[in-house]
């Protein structure tokens, strides 16, 4: 094996270790390897998997960083023995806040009432117990009361790189999102 394929097999291997997105400094770090390689060996690393349509796997940008995941195709086979208990199926009053609070972030309970038309206390707390959404400041308003937002635990779940990748509201939809005041 080259120099460079030896490279490549351990950043694969280090990949194929890691439980949580690894970022390109993390990667480099434990690979002993410049950032700059560690970015020509990912593409290489993701061009090899894809261009080979009998790989189970792909290497995802999610969360800030890189993981090996099994391909998305594949998942509703494997997902029975290998899904995580925590991650069995939101329900539809669950969906809806969460993705109010995704288009809306950052957003205060109330202001997410107002929105969906019903408390929400309760499933922004289901939500913080599948660590898909956080405290993520106060509104300077009276009260100061708590804005929420999305967490990277929701970024995996929805195997988004980052929150940009939200897909585009329709535009009747995206009205309903806006805050009133």
Same mark, same amino acid.
């Given at each position: 094996?080259?120099?460079?394929?030896?490279?490549?097999?351990?950043?694969?291997?280090?990949?194929?270790?890691?439980?949580?997105?690894?970022?390109?400094?993390?990667?480099?770090?434990?690979?002993?390897?410049?950032?700059?390689?560690?970015?020509?060996?990912?593409?290489?690393?993701?061009?090899?998997?894809?261009?080979?349509?009998?790989?189970?796997?792909?290497?995802?940008?999610?969360?800030?960083?890189?993981?090996?995941?099994?391909?998305?195709?594949?998942?509703?086979?494997?997902?029975? /023995?290998?899904?995580? %208990?925590?991650?069995?199926?939101? &329900?539809? +009053?669950? $969906?809806?806040? =969460?993705?109010?609070?995704?288009?809306?972030?950052?957003?205060?309970?109330?202001?997410?009432?107002?929105?969906?038309?019903?408390?929400?206390?309760?499933?922004?707390?289901?939500?913080?117990?599948?660590?898909?959404?956080?405290?993520?400041?106060?509104?300077?308003?009276?009260?100061?009361?708590?804005?929420?937002?999305?967490? /990277?635990?929701?970024? %995996?779940?929805?195997?988004?790189? &980052?929150? +940009?990748? $939200?897909?585009? =509201?329709?535009?009747?939809?995206?009205?309903?999102?806006?805050?009133?005041?």
């Amino acid at each position: 094996m080259s120099e460079h394929n030896i490279e490549k097999a351990l950043l694969e291997a280090i990949l194929f270790l890691e439980t949580e997105p690894a970022g390109i400094p993390a990667l480099a770090k434990v690979s002993d390897l410049s950032q700059e390689l560690v970015k020509v060996l990912l593409e290489q690393i993701a061009a090899d998997l894809s261009a080979s349509p009998h790989r189970g796997i792909e290497l995802v940008q999610l969360a800030g960083g890189y993981l090996l995941l099994p391909k998305e195709e594949l998942w509703s086979r494997l997902k029975d /023995r290998y899904g995580k %208990k925590n991650d069995s199926r939101l &329900s539809r +009053a669950a $969906l809806e806040t =969460l993705s109010i609070i995704a288009y809306s972030q950052p957003i205060t309970r109330g202001e997410l009432e107002n929105i969906r038309g019903v408390s929400a206390d309760g499933m922004i707390r289901i939500l913080q117990e599948r660590n898909l959404v956080k405290v993520v400041g106060k509104k300077d308003i009276p009260g100061k009361p708590a804005q929420y937002g999305t967490t /990277r635990e929701f970024l %995996k779940f929805f195997r988004l790189a &980052s929150i +940009a990748d $939200l897909p585009k =509201l329709a535009p009747q939809d995206q009205e309903r999102f806006e805050l009133n005041g």
